[in-house]
């Protein structure tokens, strides 16, 4: 095998991985959309955070949600039950996928990610 096709495979594995990382949902993360969440809303029993910052939840949240930042989330979470499931929503989606891939190293049982986020919220 040449160099430049062992470079070239190497590449395409690099690339592969962060497509896998990125994109794939890790064990024991659930994706729903903001149509199901509303489904869900009801539940007392489920526990719900918002990591937006302090003033992008001012702004406009939805009703039973709690702020936890994204950056306080590690140190906060002992305010959350790890047996109930934990619905976690933010802008897009980006930092309420990081806080659920956080929430599961944390061993919390039931994680679900509000795919979308507030941008799709009606």
Excluded: Y
């Amino acid at each position: 095998m040449s160099e430049s096709v062992f470079i070239n495979i190497l590449i395409f594995g690099f690339i592969l991985l962060f497509v896998f990382q990125r994109f794939i949902t890790r064990k024991g993360i659930k994706q729903i959309t903001t149509t199901e969440l509303k489904r869900e809303l009801e539940d007392k029993k489920k526990q719900f955070i918002d990591v937006r910052t302090p003033s992008e939840f001012r702004t406009k949240h939805i009703e039973g949600f709690q702020n936890m930042p994204l950056a306080e989330l590690h140190q906060q979470s002992h305010h959350l039950l790890k047996e109930r499931e934990v619905f976690v929503i933010c802008q897009s989606g980006m930092r309420s996928a990081k806080a659920s891939r956080l929430l599961r190293n944390l061993r919390f049982k039931k994680v679900t990610n509000v795919k979308g986020g507030m941008n799709t919220w009606i």
